[in-house]
């Protein structure tokens, strides 16, 4: 079993950075995938980035490409999400997933998640 914890989100301008946070804890193996989701009002949920655990590996939404970077600390099990040149439409709620095989870029393939962070985007 894999808990996830998410922190960092908040209220910050267009053009503005946030760093969020997903802490995990459980056994993460190095076959693992972690992402990042996003759910606006109204919105279906959408993929924004992932990082397999072992190789460092990175995938990201065209929508944050250039924008956005995902890394992760293996000694503290964490995993982060650099936003910068946010935009009103990055408005969110970010949330972590994680897989035990490789990348996808569905919500329905990540069995955990954490509970999510509200981003806000002031124009």
């Known amino acids: 079993q894999v808990q996830l914890v998410e922190s960092g989100g908040g209220l910050v301008q267009a053009g503005g950075s946030l760093r969020l946070s997903c802490a995990a804890a459980g056994r993460i193996f190095s076959s693992f995938t972690m992402a990042w989701f996003r759910q606006a009002p109204g919105k279906e949920r959408e993929f924004v980035a992932a990082?397999?655990?072992?190789?460092?590996?990175?995938y990201y939404a065209d929508s944050v490409k250039g924008r956005f970077t995902i890394s992760r600390d293996n000694a503290k099990n964490t995993v982060y999400l650099h936003m910068n040149s946010l935009k009103p439409e990055d408005t969110a709620v970010y949330y972590c997933?994680?897989?035990?095989?490789?990348?996808?870029?569905?919500?329905?393939?990540?069995?955990?998640w954490g509970q999510g962070t509200q981003v806000t985007v002031s124009s």
């Open positions: 990082i397999n655990w072992g190789s460092g590996s990175t």
């Open positions: 997933a994680a897989r035990r095989f490789s990348y996808s870029d569905v919500s329905n393939d990540y069995p955990y």
